[in-house]
Nanobody, 131 residues
């Protein structure tokens, strides 16, 4: 079984930056897709960003409109780790952020943004942005 563990959440002021990390352990694959979702109190889990890796170094990324230009997803394939660099944070970014993964290789925005695409989930890390 693949296990995902997030870290890096915290309490920051609006306009600040934060970097989240997610490390996979267990039966990981050399290619696949990893993403970030978030869930605010009383709301459904929503897509934030995703990264697909394949044939060595090639990768594809996708972002929700609400975070484009502010957030960047990246990864260290050798360490089975994905990162989410969050800049210019806003109070509306406050949520629990979840890491997700699947061995599937996807390149369409629709697939990358779908909760049902992913097989594994972390337990989440809290991000709170004050005004």
């Amino acid at each position: 079984q693949v296990q995902l563990l997030e870290s890096g959440g915290g309490l920051v002021q609006a306009g600040a930056s934060l970097r989240l990390s997610c490390t996979a352990s267990g039966r990981t694959s050399s290619r696949g897709t990893m993403g970030w979702f978030r869930q605010a109190p009383g709301k459904d889990r929503e897509f934030v960003a995703a990264r697909t890796r394949g044939d060595g170094t090639a990768s594809f990324t996708s972002y929700a409109d609400s975070v484009k230009g502010r957030f960047t997803i990246s990864g260290d394939n050798a360490k089975n780790t994905v990162y989410l660099q969050m800049n210019s944070l806003k109070p509306e970014d406050t949520a629990i952020y979840y890491c997700s993964g699947t061995s599937g290789y996807y390149i369409t925005s629709r697939a990358l943004a779908s909760i049902r695409t992913y097989d594994s989930w972390g337990q989440g890390t809290q991000v709170t942005v004050s005004s």
